[in-house]
């Protein structure tokens, strides 16, 4: 993927241009589901790395709204297949995580912790409320004037 190449600069300014674009794209389209926001959310706040098993536990509990331990067999599948088959795939493409499917173990990338520190953790996540507050709305415009400032500002 030519993220990298985009955020470290090392594109000519004419493929920057063009691939600007696509790094804006490739971020909306990593947060523009809930269990992908929250995989990056774990990994952030648990050093940088997690099982499979480990992440859709506790995803499985956060939705589920119920201690880890009161997680049932049937909750985590679910949750396990749909990060299996879906989300780990698309933060992997976009080079937000390495993911070995082998192993199961997923690793926080340079350039998913750079999504991370721009986003704030109630925007990632979320309190479960549908309605935006002034201050949520204050969140959203300096998230993205981060994402703008991380993200979309490599023009030459």
Do not use: C
Request: net charge negative; glycine share 10%.
């Amino acid at each position: 993927m030519r993220t990298n190449q985009v955020l470290d600069g090392t594109d000519t300014a004419d493929e920057a241009h063009l691939d600007e674009q696509d790094v804006k794209d490739d971020v909306f389209h990593t947060l523009s589901n809930r269990r992908r926001r929250y995989v990056l959310t774990y990994l952030h706040t648990n050093g940088g790395h997690a099982t499979v098993r480990e992440i859709s536990e506790e995803l499985a509990a956060w939705e589920n709204q119920v201690p880890r331990a009161e997680v049932t067999y049937k909750q985590r599948k679910r949750t396990y297949t749909s990060l299996i088959q879906i989300h780990l795939g698309t933060l992997h493409d976009g080079g937000f995580v390495d993911y070995d499917s082998d192993r199961g173990d997923i690793e926080l990338t340079d350039d998913g912790a750079a999504l991370v520190s721009v986003l704030a953790e109630d925007l990632l996540v979320g309190d479960g409320a549908d309605g935006a507050d002034e201050d949520s709305v204050g969140g959203v415009r300096g998230w993205l004037s981060g994402i703008r400032d991380r993200f979309g500002s490599r023009r030459e």
